[in-house]
T-cell receptor, first 115, second 111 residues
Framework: EAGVVQSPRYKIIEKKQPVAFWCNPISGHNTLYWYLQNLGQGPELLIRYENEEAVDDSQLPKDRFSAERLKGVDSTLKIQPAELGDSAVYLC?????????????FGPGTRLTVL | QKEVEQNSGPLSVPEGAIASLNCTYSDRVSQSFFWYRQYSGKSPELIMSIYSNGDKEDGRFTAQLNKASQYVSLLIRDSQPSDSATYLCAVIRGSNYKLTFGKGTLLTVNP
C-alpha cells in the first residue's frame, strides 16, 4: 500500500514570495491533515479535512495561509506571502476516518526555507 | 502546564538494554494515545497506539497506559542502534480529534 505522498520535498524561496505544497493521501483515507513542525518541536495541526470539508482550521493563519481539497482526495496548502518565520517542515497526514481511534500516517514532509 | 510533556533527553542506553520512554498529559478526557518514531530529517512514523488502561505489546515494543495517573510509556526491549531516534508521544482529546504532540525524547542506543 502506498503511503502519503507530498511534493516538493524541499523548497527555498525569498520572503514575500508565494509557495504551494501538494499532498496525496493513502488511498481510501477520507481524513487529511496538514501539520507544521518546527525544529525540536512536535508537529502542530494547521487544518483537518473530512472529505472536501475543512472541519478544523482554527490553527491556520488565514491572513496568509490557505488550503483546499476540492475532490476529497488531493490537497494543496498555500502561503502567500511567505515570511521568514514560516521556515519549517510542512507535514501531511491521513487517516481512514476522523474519530479518535483512527491512526494518522504522515507523508515525508516539505522542508520550506524562507530567505 | 503543557498538554503533553516528555523528557527531552537525550536518553542513552547500551545495545540490548530496555529503553523506557515516558509521557504525561494534562487533560483527563484524553481518549487515544500514540507513539511515533522520528529519525533525523525524516517524518514521524507510527509505532504504537493504545486506547485502554494496561499494556499493549507489539514485537519489541510495549506501550503502557495509566489514565488515573495520566501517564503513558513506551518500553523498547533488546534496544538496537537502529532504534536511535526521537520518540514523540501524541494524544487525542475531545471532539476535534486533533493529535497533540509532546516535544519528543531523543533516544541513543550505543553499540
Amino acid at each position: 500500500e502506498a503511503g502519503v505522498v507530498q511534493s516538493p520535498r524541499y523548497k527555498i524561496i525569498e520572503k514575500k514570495q508565494p509557495v504551494a505544497f501538494w499532498c496525496n493521501p493513502i488511498s481510501g483515507h477520507n481524513t487529511l491533515y496538514w501539520y507544521l513542525q518546527n525544529l525540536g518541536q512536535g508537529p502542530e495541526l494547521l487544518i483537518r479535512y473530512e472529505n472536501e470539508e475543512a472541519v478544523d482550521d482554527s490553527q491556520l493563519p488565514k491572513d496568509r495561509f490557505s488550503a483546499e481539497r476540492l475532490k476529497g482526495v488531493d490537497s494543496t496548502l498555500k502561503i502567500q506571502p511567505a515570511e521568514l518565520g514560516d521556515s519549517a517542515v510542512y507535514l501531511c497526514a491521513s487517516s481512514l476516518g476522523g474519530d479518535s481511534y483512527n491512526e494518522q500516517f504522515f507523508g515525508p514532509g516539505t522542508r520550506l526555507t524562507v530567505l | 502546564q503543557k498538554e503533553v510533556e516528555q523528557n527531552s533527553g537525550p536518553l542513552s542506553v547500551p545495545e540490548g538494554a530496555i529503553a523506557s520512554l515516558n509521557c504525561t498529559y494534562s487533560d483527563r478526557v484524553s481518549q487515544s494515545f500514540f507513539w511515533y518514531r522520528q529519525y533525523s530529517g525524516k517524518s514521524p512514523e507510527l509505532i504504537m497506539s493504545i486506547y485502554s488502561n494496561g499494556d499493549k505489546e507489539d514485537g519489541r515494543f510495549t506501550a503502557q497506559l495509566n489514565k488515573a495517573s495520566q501517564y503513558v510509556s513506551l518500553l523498547i526491549r533488546d534496544s538496537q542502534p537502529s532504534d536511535s531516534a526521537t520518540y514523540l508521544c501524541a494524544v487525542i482529546r475531545g471532539s476535534n480529534y486533533k493529535l497533540t504532540f509532546g516535544k519528543g525524547t531523543l533516544l541513543t542506543v550505543n553499540p
